[in-house]
């Protein structure tokens, strides 16, 4: 350092190693052939990632409830007065708070901007293991297996020095059928099968139920998600740590193609089935979070110490289980056309089905609202819809183009065209991400203190009557998966052996993307009369999730090559492009004007 005073670093390290193995299968006495072959390969890693966390951390003095040294005015919120010379009396100090207090480290550093220094390293494990086995069954047979599997595991240490690991482990299996009826006609049929588990815990999981001795309630009694409530402080570091969770994800999939060859044409089929699980057992903010901001005394910390947060929130599951299925299928046709030396067509049709996700035991809700209505309901599984709440769409073809001409041989000029569709079917799983945290199974409480019943650190969760309807999600039923329509063309001229020049054409329009609406926002006014604004008064605002967006992108290229030759190769391009669109994102945007989804087309942000 620059004042030669030693200072501490983070540590590193990274260690890999392995083995491979392969060849033909053969046991000396049992077993010998020239038709199986095998391979193994092991990897395994060991690291550690250096961390530098900082932070404030009470004194000893503010512990002890002594603010002598700051310059904030200390007010007694019980006579409205500032304390005699900053220091609040021992015989206010809440008892849980001082509790709670001894998970804070005590200051180990000196800084004009922090007080608490951590340095340490994360480790981090894997090991991998992949084996695959090639059969020739007979002169037309074919079989190959596939197996992989990884195990991990790694340590985060948090700000304060809790240790929270995590774990899990991943498994595939991959089994590949060829079979040859003539040199015109060859099938593939795939099996594949994944599995992958991962496993977060806490520092203080599955130990003491801290929460319970503090009387603290409202909160989880799951113990492995024990621990001390999430503390957040203005102007100190925040008392936290990760959120234990298990999820499992597995997927099973089967698909089958035929190619067939017929004189120019070279004709693909093909048909595709998945079934997807996704289990996962969580409790997001089971312990529950209490806000301190200095609104009572002014200053977060004799807040704190007084019990007295500006505002809690928690979470609360009626079961922190969710099991979530689907299953897609797929089929398609392609024919791959060399109408003469210098043309080929290439043109195809999919057909896509994806089921909306399911929860195996019916735990997710939507809202039965039509758009200007004034009141709405919760719908359950099994109360007249469909099992995942939202219509399938049964009619989801794509069609394929694609054609490249060179269409004079002396000259060497291309031209491509295409054209395609696309479908958005990973988008039920957001959506079902969602629904399955909905009220009456998931309720979440975020409260502010008064005057008449301020919150503390012991009844900071109190259960108060909830609106007729709490859900704050909700989405069309009769909901389509977005879709993308691209279209290119081009032309490609090459001088010389080097040098390739061309000109681009792209062209993609998105229909029934997502648009989030606030149908239940209250007017402008005073927040204490929010709810009597509202169009539903007996829900509150909740957001609408409704495919009725669009976009269109245009945009043209000019491109330089110079291809890799003696020793160097370059790219110059230049692209003009507008896009205009009135949902720019993915998972759907926002709209600002209610009712009036045209009012938001305008140029894409990104435009």
Not at 382 to 406: E, Y
């Amino acid at each position: 350092s620059l004042n030669g005073r030693e200072v501490p670093k983070a540590g590193y390290a990274a260690n890999r190693f392995g083995f491979s193995g392969g060849g033909p299968l053969s046991i000396p006495h049992l077993f010998s052939g020239d038709k199986t072959f095998w391979f193994v390969n092991y990897t395994g890693n060991r690291s550690k990632n250096g961390f530098d966390q900082v932070g404030n951390v009470p004194t000893p003095g503010e512990r002890q409830g002594d603010f002598s040294a700051i310059a904030t005015v200390i007010n007694n919120p019980f006579t409205s007065t500032p304390f005699s010379g900053n220091m609040i009396p021992k015989s206010l100090l809440d008892q849980t708070s001082l509790a709670l207090l001894n998970y804070f480290p005590l200051p180990n550093t000196q800084s004009t901007r922090y007080n608490y220094q951590l340095i340490g390293a994360n480790p981090s494990n894997n090991d991998n293991l992949q084996t695959r086995i090639n059969q020739t069954l007979t002169a037309k047979d074919r079989l190959n297996v596939n197996v992989n599997y990884q195990h991990r595991d790694a340590e985060t240490i948090q700000t304060f020095g809790f240790v929270d690991p995590t774990s899990g482990y991943g498994l595939s299996v991959g089994i590949s059928y060829a079979r040859t009826f003539s040199r015109s006609l060859i099938n593939t049929l795939n099996w594949n099968f994944s599995r992958n588990v991962s496993q977060s815990l806490s520092s203080f999981s599955n130990g003491a139920n801290i929460e319970a001795q503090l009387g603290i309630t409202g909160v989880s009694t799951d113990p492995a998600a024990y621990g001390p409530p999430t503390i957040s402080l203005t102007n100190f570091a925040s008392l936290s740590d990760a959120t234990p969770s298990l999820n499992r994800s597995q997927t099973s999939a089967l698909n089958d193609s035929l190619i067939q060859i017929h004189g120019r044409h070279t004709i693909t089929y093909g048909f595709g089935f998945q079934r997807r699980q996704n289990n996962t057992i969580a409790d997001s903010n089971a312990r529950g979070t209490f806000s301190f901001t200095g609104l009572t005394t002014g200053y977060d910390l004799a807040d704190f110490l007084l019990s007295l947060p500006q505002s809690t929130s928690v979470v609360r599951y009626t079961s922190n289980s969710r099991y979530l299925r689907e299953t897609t299928l797929s089929g398609f046709a392609t024919d791959d056309y060399r109408v003469a030396s210098g043309l080929t067509i290439n043109a195809g049709l999919r057909w896509e089905y994806f089921a909306p996700f399911t929860e195996k035991n019916g735990n997710m809700a939507n809202l039965n609202y039509v758009p200007g209505a004034t009141t709405v309901a919760v719908v359950l599984p099994g109360q007249g819809g469909p099992a995942g709440l939202i219509n399938p769409d049964h009619r989801l073809f794509s069609p394929r183009l694609g054609v490249a001409w060179k269409p004079w041989k002396e000259k060497q000029i291309v031209i491509r065209t295409g054209y395609g569709l696309y479908y958005n079917g990973g988008v039920y799983s957001a959506l079902a991400g969602r629904l399955v945290n909905q009220p009456p199974f998931a309720q979440t409480s975020t409260q502010q203190t008064n005057l008449v019943a301020p919150l503390t650190l012991e009844n900071g969760f109190p259960v108060i009557a909830a609106q007729s309807v709490a859900n704050t999600f909700a989405v069309d039923p009769n909901y389509k998966p977005g879709y993308a329509q691209t279209w290119t063309a081009s032309v490609q001229r090459t001088f010389g052996r080097a040098y390739v020049v061309e000109l681009i054409y792209n062209g993609t329009r998105g229909s029934n993307l997502d648009v989030l609406q606030l149908p239940n926002r209250a007017a402008p006014g005073n927040p204490l009369t929010a709810q009597q604004r509202l169009l539903i008064p007996t829900a509150s605002e909740f957001t609408y999730d409704s495919a009725v967006g669009s976009s269109i992108y245009n945009a043209g290229q000019l491109r330089f090559t110079r291809r890799f030759a003696r020793s160097a190769s370059f790219n110059l391009f230049y692209t003009y492009s507008k896009a205009i669109d009135d949902s720019s994102t993915l998972g759907g945007g926002p709209v600002y004007i209610p009712g009036n989804i045209s009012a938001e087309r305008a140029l894409s942000p990104s435009d």
